[in-house]
Nanobody
Framework: QVQLVESGGGLVQAGGSLRLSCAAS????????MGWFRQAPGKEREFVTY????????YYADSVKGRFTISRDNAKNTVYLQMNSLNSEATAVYFC???????????????WGQGTQVTVSS
């Protein structure tokens, strides 16, 4: 069992940056693939990025590639999402998730956090 708690969301102006954190409790954090998803009002939850068991295994949605960076610190049981050059399309609730395989679909992840709100003002 893994429990995930996101933090770091807030209100930011367009063009600004935020860093989200996701702290995991439970055992074997390093054995999980960690993903970030987001859900805007009235829209389905969508994939943002994931990081695999090794640092090099990352993948990004085209909409965030080059602006967002995912990283993990297995010693701290934490995964991060650095978001730069934010625009209004980034306004959403951001969720971190843990799973056992690399994937871009919500069904491929077994554990979810409660989410943290990111609002980008223009």
């Amino acid at each position: 069992q893994v429990q995930l708690v996101e933090s770091g969301g807030g209100l930011v102006q367009a063009g600004g940056s935020l860093r989200l954190s996701c702290a995991a409790s439970g055992r074997f954090f390093s054995s999980y693939v960690m993903g970030w998803f987001r859900q805007a009002p009235g829209k389905e939850r969508e994939f943002v990025t994931y990081i695999g068991w090794s640092v090099g295994s990352t993948y990004y949605a085209d909409s965030v590639k080059g602006r967002f960076t995912i990283s993990r610190d297995n010693a701290k049981n934490t995964v991060y999402l650095q978001m730069n050059s934010l625009n209004s399309e980034a306004t959403a609730v951001y969720f971190c998730a843990a799973g056992n395989r690399l994937g871009v679909k919500t069904g491929q992840y077994d554990y979810w956090g409660q989410g943290t709100q990111v609002t980008v003002s223009s």
